[in-house]
T-cell receptor, first 113, second 114 residues
């Protein structure tokens, strides 16, 4: 069964600290993997997109990695800010042109002052 | 560009009622999709469309209908609402081209069925 599992479920860190969120997937065939940020009450917003051949992608203070052999991805947030408090969702696309999308349940990040 | 818009923002229905959730995008995207988001779960794909006149089922299609008569609009119809359909619904759009990459999401519709 195609699944995307994220850990931890929630995380509390102090402002300025770094953190890493994990994503494991069992999706096949693989098309691409994306990380989204979702603020409370809003739709998800794309952070990074990686295809099979890419193993790292950065977007400002966000850096995503992908190991297609072990089917694992991580999202590293550097020098966290209060505005980073949100849910971070890992999404894997599958099937013809990636039309089938499987979402992880997300990691809820709280950044405290 | 307005991006992806959804209406209404909130809706309360009684069991058995029908309604249509509206979704529109002004980016000329071929691919549009509907998801539901329930507490503690990832977004689940309900239906998707790869262009006007073409729709297909996602992971949880039962109880929902869609049609795509224009590139811009992709309404989601609840035929006979049930309490299990209480959820937050998101519409998204994307270029298709070589594959689905970046998706743009609407602000969501929070639906409660009593």
């Amino acid at each position: 069964k195609n699944q995307v599992e994220q850990s931890p479920q929630s995380l509390i860190i102090l402002e300025g600290k770094n953190c890493t969120l994990q994503c494991n997937y069992t999706v096949s065939p693989f098309s691409n993997l994306r990380w989204y940020k979702q603020d409370t009450g809003r739709g998800p917003v794309s952070l990074t997109i990686m295809t099979f051949s890419e193993n790292t992608k950065s977007n400002g203070r966000y850096t995503a990695t992908l190991d297609a052999d072990t089917k694992q991805s991580s999202l590293h947030i550097t020098a966290s800010q209060l505005s980073d408090s949100a849910s971070y969702i890992c999404v894997v696309s599958s099937g013809q042109k990636g039309f089938k999308t499987i979402f992880g349940a997300g990691t809820r990040l709280f950044v405290k002052a | 560009n307005a991006g992806v818009t959804q209406t209404p923002k909130f809706q309360v229905l009684k069991t058995g009622q029908s309604m249509t959730l509206q979704c529109a995008q002004d980016m000329n995207h071929e691919y549009m999709s509907w998801y539901r988001q329930d507490p503690g779960m990832g977004l689940r794909l309900i239906h998707y469309s790869v262009g006007a006149g073409i729709t297909d089922q996602g992971e949880v299609p039962n109880g929902y209908n869609v049609s795509r008569s224009t590139t811009e609009d992709f309404p989601l119809r609840l035929l006979s609402a049930a309490p299990s359909q209480t959820s937050v619904y998101f519409c998204a759009s994307s270029w298709a081209g070589q594959g689905i990459y970046e998706q743009y999401f609407g602000p969501g519709t929070r639906l409660t069925v009593t």
